[in-house]
C-alpha cells in the first residue's frame, strides 16, 4: 500500500516563473490538506481539499496560490509568478475522512532564485 | 483562529533519561491531538495521538496526556535513545478539519 506520493521532490524555479506541486493521495483517501514549512520552522496549513471541492482555503494567500483536486489524477498546487519568499517545503497529507489521521507525503522543496 | 504553543523550542537529555514537549491550544473544541516526529529533510511521521474523550494514551516509550481543562497535553518519552533526536510537532484539530501545529521541538539524545 504506497503511502502519500508527492513529486517534484526538489523543484528549482526563477523568479516569476510558476511551480506546479503534485499530490497523489494514499488508495482510498478522498481528503487532501496542504502544508507549508519555512526553514526552521512548523507547519502552516494551507488548503484543504475533497475530490472536485476545495473544502477550507483560509490559509493559502489570496494572489498567486491556487490548487485543486481533480475527480480524476492528483492534487495540484500552483504557485505562479513566483517570488524568492515562496521557498519553503510544501507537504500533502491525506485521510480517508476529516476526521480520521492525516499522512504526510515526503514534500516538495521548492527553490526560487 | 486557534493557536498551538509548544515548549520548548529546544530540549538535550542524556540518554536513557527521559524528556517531556507540553503545548497548549485555545480552541476549546479542539478534540485530536497528534504527535509528528520530523527527522531532518524527511516528512512527518505520526508517533502517537489522542482524542479529547482520552486522558491517556501509552505506546511503549511513548506516552500522551491530555488536559482538555487546562487546555494542554504532553509528550513523554521514556528510556531515550539516540535514534529519538528529531523535532516533534504538535497539533490540534479544531471546528475545522485543518491541523494546527505548534512551533516545534528540537530534541537532542546526547550518549
Known amino acids: 500500500n504506497a503511502g502519500v506520493m508527492q513529486n517534484p521532490r526538489h523543484l528549482v524555479r526563477r523568479r516569476g516563473q510558476e511551480a506546479r506541486l503534485r499530490c497523489s493521495p494514499m488508495?482510498?483517501?478522498?481528503?487532501v490538506y496542504w502544508y507549508r514549512q519555512l526553514p526552521e520552522e512548523g507547519l502552516k496549513f494551507m488548503v484543504y481539499?475533497?475530490?472536485?471541492?476545495?473544502?477550507?482555503e483560509s490559509g493559502m494567500p489570496k494572489e498567486r496560490f491556487s490548487a485543486e483536486f481533480p475527480k480524476e489524477g492528483p492534487s495540484i498546487l500552483r504557485i505562479q509568478q513566483v517570488v524568492r519568499g515562496d521557498s519553503a517545503a510544501y507537504f500533502c497529507?491525506?485521510?480517508?475522512?476529516?476526521?480520521?489521521?492525516?499522512?504526510f507525503g515526503p514534500g516538495t522543496r521548492l527553490l526560487v532564485l | 483562529g486557534e493557536n498551538v504553543e509548544q515548549h520548548p523550542s529546544t530540549l538535550s537529555v542524556q540518554e536513557g533519561d527521559s524528556a517531556v514537549i507540553k503545548c497548549t491550544y485555545s480552541d476549546s473544541a479542539s478534540n485530536y491531538f497528534p504527535w509528528y516526529k520530523q527527522e531532518l529533510g524527511k516528512r512527518p511521521q505520526l508517533i502517537i495521538d489522542?482524542?479529547?474523550?482520552?486522558g491517556e494514551k501509552k505506546d511503549q516509550r511513548i506516552a500522551v496526556t491530555l488536559n482538555k481543562t487546562a487546555k494542554h497535553f504532553s509528550l513523554h518519552i521514556t528510556e531515550t535513545q539516540p535514534e529519538d533526536s528529531a523535532v516533534y510537532f504538535c497539533a490540534a484539530r479544531g471546528r475545522a478539519q485543518k491541523l494546527v501545529f505548534g512551533q516545534g521541538t528540537r530534541l537532542t539524545i546526547n550518549p
Open positions: 497529507a491525506s485521510s480517508p475522512a476529516p476526521v480520521e489521521t492525516q499522512y
Open positions: 481539499l475533497q475530490k472536485e471541492n476545495i473544502i477550507d
Open positions: 489522542i482524542r479529547s474523550n482520552v
Open positions: 488508495k482510498g483517501h478522498s481528503h
